[in-house]
């Protein structure tokens, strides 16, 4: 009794509000809505007020008829609602932005804006009357929507704003007032696709009070709630599919990722060797913090076969590492993604990031240079790695630790593989604990087989160990004496001292070729090509800028090679030079290089003069016999 005694006060409140439209249906003033100013209102409005606007197609005596019924129900409703009118072609903004889908009635609109939301009213009677718009008005204000969690509640009027769009995918489950325990269950289900809701490509809605369900394209008509359907991108027509598997989270989720294509990613990543296609390329990379290490290979290449054991090892190696995948791409298959990339050869080997950014690896192809690449990309040690009392040089750091320090630097050019670098290692890390810390010496280490800094200094076996005097980093000292600790420390105390001995090995280093080497290409970085073309040398140089993606500088390297060797007997008066342009840009933007490969001969005196021969030996080769 107590109930049905507070359900008839409730009553008897919504009908006095009835009443009092009827007795309020004379004139009032409503707000004329531009654009800015609904906008305005739009943003200042209370979490508990709302904007209710009359969209009408023009000033017809029909749209007056809207408008007055809008002024009728503005002496009720002002208190609370911030009532209006304006002609829809200059609104279409307004509904746009609020996704309103729907064309109300073909002469007008009765629409309501609350929190962010869009509600279209919807009637047979036309047109309405004041009573009606003010029933409608309270009952959406005094509605409360229970959502569940990350899914969330709606009625019919809000449905088409919210399911109906072109960018969205959303789950839905037709449901009954009160939470059913389905719903309960999708709630856990949805909690498994965070990234979809946060970029909005896919919603989950609770849809109740739905009284036409014909009005949403469901294909079974008897359905009775609670019942779940998928409403994918549209096209031409909706066509939703229902949700027929056990009330279960984990059927829920996997039947989710199954319509939404998001499962592609998950069978990516449990592959034991991940082979990614053109379909799923971009939607594994945006999964990933740091990125994805590809092997663009083909089915009938050597090269690939050989290394295949090395790479399936990787990515076994590196399964539990979530922010990164190691995974390969047929690329005689999937063309889009390999020509996106530039592969032009196999196996070619990139690090790409979700950003876009590439690094083609270009290293030992062995299981260890390969993880220490990956570790590297991760900025972690690799696990086992013992701790090392030296400085650790790379590319990226190589010139600001030796070339640009003012502390003398020891190095060792080392290769992983190698055994005579591996007896040396424990000598050389006590002799890094030991000059630890000291103002006038670093201790360094760099593996030549991985980067390309080494290039420069005329390396050819492992260990090559130099020392770069403090002030004169051009002329590196190539040592020569033993490798054991006493040795090694005592050479060093004596570079410290200043002694007459690094000049003497300056010059021994200079004509051996510090430089470059005899027959072979010179690889420049920006320290090394300043001192080449400076007009202050003594001999002339050709320059090769080139990248690591470009195809026709790989191309032109044999024959490039091949002018090393012939112009060897010259090394007096000419050295041949490659130039990395994207890694040191400065020098080639000087240059006004613009493509690659772009080829100049540096005179002693630093005068420049640009190829624009053919891209072979021969023409090479004239070209620089007519510079000496």
Known sequence: LKLQFLYFIGEMQRLHVVLLALLSVASADVVRWTSDTLYESLKDIQSD?????????????YGKGLRTVME?????????????WGVMDDLTAVLDSYQVVGEGDKHGMFMLFKNGKSAMFKDNDTPPSAQKIIKWVV??????AVDVGPVKTCDDSEFSSIVFLPSRTAVVIFDTEEVSPLSKILSKAAESFPKQMEDKSLSFVRATSIRTPQRFDLPEKSDKAPVIYFYGRRKAKYSPKKYTGPETEEALRKWVDE????????RVKDMPIPEITDDTFEPVLKTLKRGMLVMFHAPWCGHCKRMMPAWDSLADHMRSEKEILIAKMDATEHKATSGRYGVSGFPTIKFITPSGAVDEYSGDRSLEAMKQFVFEKLGK????????????????????????????????????????CKRMAPDWEALGKHFKGDKDVTIAKLDAQRY?????????????????????????????????????????????????????????????GALGVKGSVLELTDVTFKQLTDGSGSKGSLVMFYATWCGHCKKLHPDYSKLATHFQDQFDKVVITRYDAPKYPEPAKAAGVQSFPTIFFYSADGFQTKFTGDRDFAALAKFVESKL
């Open 49 to 61: 007020g709302a904007v209710v606007v009359t969209f009408i197609q023009n000033e017809s005596e």
């Open 139 to 144: 009952d959406q204000l005094d509605s409360k």
């Open 452 to 512: 390309k800094a080494g290039n420069g200094f005329g390396i050819t076996g492992f260990p090559t160990i130099m020392w770069f005097p403090k002030g004169d980093k051009a002329h590196p000292v190539k040592y020569s004496s033993g490798r054991d600790y006493s040795t090694m420390k005592a050479f060093v105390t004596k570079q410290i001292a200043g002694t007459g001995e690094v000049e003497e090995k300056v010059e021994k280093a200079a004509s051996e």
């Open 72 to 84: 009728g129900a503005d002496k009720v409703l002002k208190q609370r609602v911030i009532m209006g």
């Open 259 to 266: 319509m939404t294509g998001s499962g592609k990613v998950e």
């Open 381 to 420: 040690p690799i696990p086992g790695d013992e701790p090392t009392e030296v400085a650790i040089l790379r590319d990226d750091n190589f010139d600001d630790l030796v070339t640009k320090s003012d502390k003398g630097v020891f190095v060792k050019f080392y290769a992983p593989w190698c055994g005579h």
